[in-house]
Nanobody, 116 residues
Framework: QVQLVESGGGLVQAGGSLRLSCAAS????????MGWYRQAPGKQRELVAA???????NYADSVKGRFTISRDNAKNTVYLQMNSLKPEDTAVYYC??????????WGQGTQVTVSS
């Protein structure tokens, strides 16, 4: 059973930064593609960043140049560095283990709130 535990969310002013962490257990982390999703009230969950087992990354257009996903396989942890935050980034952020068609495991989520 894969377990993913997110941390690092909080309240920040527009223009500020946060770093989210996701600690994984229960699988061979280094071979998994990982991603960060977010879901705002009344909106669908969207994939904002992904990183392959080899370290290749992809980002949603809305966060390109502001967010950076990275991973530390020795610590079984994936990170999301979020800079220049905007009020529209407010959402619950979820870490997920990706599959070819989406994801199969995700964490409990961490709230990010950006005030204007």
């Amino acid at each position: 059973q894969v377990q993913l535990v997110e941390s690092g969310g909080g309240l920040v002013q527009a223009g500020g930064s946060l770093r989210l962490s996701c600690a994984a257990s229960g699988s061979i982390f280094s071979i998994n593609d990982m991603g960060w999703y977010r879901q705002a009230p009344g909106k669908q969950r969207e994939l904002v960043a992904a990183i392959t087992s080899g370290g290749s990354t992809n980002y949603a257009d809305s966060v390109k140049g502001r967010f950076t996903i990275s991973r530390d396989n020795a610590k079984n942890t994936v990170y999301l560095q979020m800079n220049s935050l905007k009020p529209e980034d407010t959402a619950v952020y979820y870490c997920a283990k990706l599959t070819t068609v989406g994801y199969d495991y995700w964490g409990q989520g961490t709230q990010v709130t950006v005030s204007s």
